[in-house]
Nanobody
Framework: QVRLVESGGGLVQPGGSLRLSCAAS????????IGWFRQVPGKEREGVSCISNSGGSIYYADSVQGRFTISRDNAKNTVYLQMNSLKPEDTAVYYCAAGWSSGSLHFNTYPYWGQGTQVTVSS
């Protein structure tokens, strides 16, 4: 059974940084594409970034390009999202998800989800 657990969220001031982790279990580390998504109340879940099975292909939403970096360590079965230069509009619950569609930032292409971690950017 695929299980994903996010961690690393918290409260940070504008301009600050956080690193989110997505620890996976229940499957071979290189079996899935991993995506990061975020959601605020009343809005659709938004794709932030995704990384291919091997880590060789990476995609970002325009809103985070140049500020966020996704990476994966298959030896640890963990995917990271380094978030720099955070803005108040980055405030959301962040989720990681596992799927098979390389390059997809559409939430409906990911069948497996973590429980989410809250990120709040505020002074």
């Amino acid at each position: 059974q695929v299980r994903l657990v996010e961690s690393g969220g918290g409260l940070v001031q504008p301009g600050g940084s956080l690193r989110l982790s997505c620890a996976a279990s229940g499957y071979s580390p290189d079996s899935y594409v991993i995506g990061w998504f975020r959601q605020v109340p009343g809005k659709e879940r938004e794709g932030v970034s995704c990384i291919s099975n091997s880590g060789g292909s990476i995609y970002y939403a325009d809103s985070v390009q140049g500020r966020f970096t996704i990476s994966r360590d298959n030896a640890k079965n963990t995917v990271y999202l380094q978030m720099n230069s955070l803005k108040p509009e980055d405030t959301a619950v962040y989720y990681c998800a596992a799927g098979w569609s390389s390059g997809s930032l559409h939430f409906n292409t990911y069948p497996y989800w973590g429980q989410g971690t809250q990120v709040t950017v505020s002074s």
